[in-house]
């Protein structure tokens, strides 16, 4: 059974960092390209970055670009993303998403978790 669980979101004041999890399983993770995606209230879903199969080829979008950071451990199937210098605009439900390489059709997403900027 495919699952992607994220964890780690929460409450932080304007210009704190939290550091989101995703923890994936049913799947052959190193065979996917990782990416992270936010909804904010009101808003349509946006792509924050990804993070290609092996770790490199990182993007972001520019709203985030400087101050979050796409990660991975093939060998624990997770992908981090680190936010720093948060805004409360940052403020949505984040959430992972795998997308099999070469097979863009093939694709499994997380049922998110959420950060909350605000003091």
């Known amino acids: 059974q495919v699952q992607l669980v994220e964890s780690g979101g929460g409450l932080v004041q304007p210009g704190g960092s939290l550091r989101l999890s995703c923890a994936a399983s049913?799947?052959?993770?190193?065979?996917?390209?990782m990416s992270w995606h936010r909804q904010g209230p009101g808003k349509e879903r946006e792509f924050i970055g990804s993070i290609g199969s092996t770790g490199g080829g990182t993007n972001y979008a520019d709203s985030v670009k400087g101050r979050f950071a796409i990660s991975r451990d093939n060998a624990k199937n997770t992908v981090y993303l680190q936010m720093n210098s948060l805004k409360p605009d940052d403020t949505a439900v984040y959430s992972c998403?795998?997308?099999?390489?070469?097979?863009?059709?093939?694709?499994?997403w997380g049922k998110g978790t959420l950060v909350t900027v605000s003091s």
């Open positions: 049913g799947f052959t993770f190193g065979s996917y390209v």
């Open positions: 998403k795998a997308t099999r390489v070469g097979y863009s059709a093939i694709s499994y």
